[in-house]
């Protein structure tokens, strides 16, 4: 696979915004797997220093484009970004022979491929950095924290994190079972084995239509995009990680943390917001009364509140 962007006018437009244009490249990591990253510096006046850097760590289904108007919003605010396609997402590598399969060899995997993709571009990310996380990206992010894998990074803001799920009853133990069996590539059950348009009637992520219109319109633009429903070990691991997300274990990440939760969120599990939120020594938990799960792709009046709350945390903690 090649490292080029699938375009449209919110890409075209970050593409403009940005000094020099959105560099895109391919970093190696584990298992020999490489990872689509994606670089945007901001413009600024003559004697004008960068406000810092973002590392955007996106959800599971998610991919590089998708994130082009938080990016915008990021640069307009005068920092560089960074957005990668994680671990077996988007034009990143896939893990199995199916390219719909949903599939996670590790978190901690997907964690080290992050710091690895910040260390490649470290040079281009001005300090302070700031880690920028949301759903899935929020489990890898945090791993990556408390595993030390992104130095330099001063804060992190966390939209609804993965730290939980709303799963069926039982698919820990269904998905476990599967994957003894041999079959932890295998797409779990209930969930989809393909990708199709999401309808808006009924959608479990977000109130604008035409946030939801334009993510299925990028899918199908480029089919290898897209990506089905998680497989048993993506289950398994995402269980392991949760249970390593002990009181001990949390108490050693001593950065400002920012938690946002949408308060109509059906995906994951808000409830292990509130308890990690309040076992990491420097966070702060705020609510989107009326978001679904995808905060960042709200409703423009919800997605205020969004960035109303992330400009309050980044005033202080990047102080």
């Known amino acids: 696979m090649d490292a080029q962007l699938v375009s449209d006018p919110l890409v075209e437009a970050l593409d403009s915004a940005s000094r020099g244009g959105i560099a895109v490249s391919r970093v190696a990591g584990p298992a020999g797997k490489t990872i689509r990253v994606a670089l945007v510096l901001p413009k600024l006046k003559r004697g004008q220093k960068p406000r810092g850097s973002v590392i955007i760590s996106p959800g599971r289904t998610e991919y590089i484009e998708k994130h082009a108007d938080t990016a915008l919003a990021l640069l307009q605010r005068g920092f560089a970004v960074l957005i990668v396609d994680q671990r077996g997402q988007g034009w990143s590598d896939r893990l199995t022979g199916n390219p719909m399969a949903g599939h996670m060899d590790s978190f901690a995997l997907a964690a080290e491929h992050l710091g690895l993709a910040v260390a490649a571009h470290a040079a281009s990310l001005p300090e302070p950095r700031l880690l920028l996380c949301h759903s899935m990206g929020g489990a890898i992010g945090l791993q990556a924290l408390l595993e030390r894998q992104l130095p330099g990074v001063k804060a992190a803001v966390f939209s609804a994190p993965m730290w939980g799920l709303q799963a069926i009853p039982g698919a820990r133990w269904i998905a476990t079972g599967f994957a003894t069996a041999g ?116 409703r423009p009046d919800l997605t205020a509140r969004f960035w109303e709350h992330f400009d309050s945390f980044v005033e202080t903690a990047l102080a």
């Open 183 to 298: 079959r932890g590539e295998a797409i779990a059950v209930t969930t989809p084995t393909v990708w199709a348009p999401e309808p808006f009637e009924g959608n479990a992520v977000t109130h604008d239509p035409a946030k939801l219109a334009r993510n299925n319109a990028l899918f199908v633009s480029e089919p290898a995009l897209q990506i089905g429903g998680p497989t048993n070990g993506w289950l398994v691991q995402a269980y392991r990680l949760f249970d390593s997300l002990t009181p001990a274990r949390l108490a050693t990440l001593d950065i400002p943390v920012m938690v946002v939760s949408g308060a109509a969120d059906t995906v994951v599990d808000n409830a292990s917001h509130v308890r990690i939120a309040g076992q990491l020594p420097k966070a702060r938990l705020r609510i989107v009364e009326g978001a679904k799960h995808e905060v960042l792709h709200e």
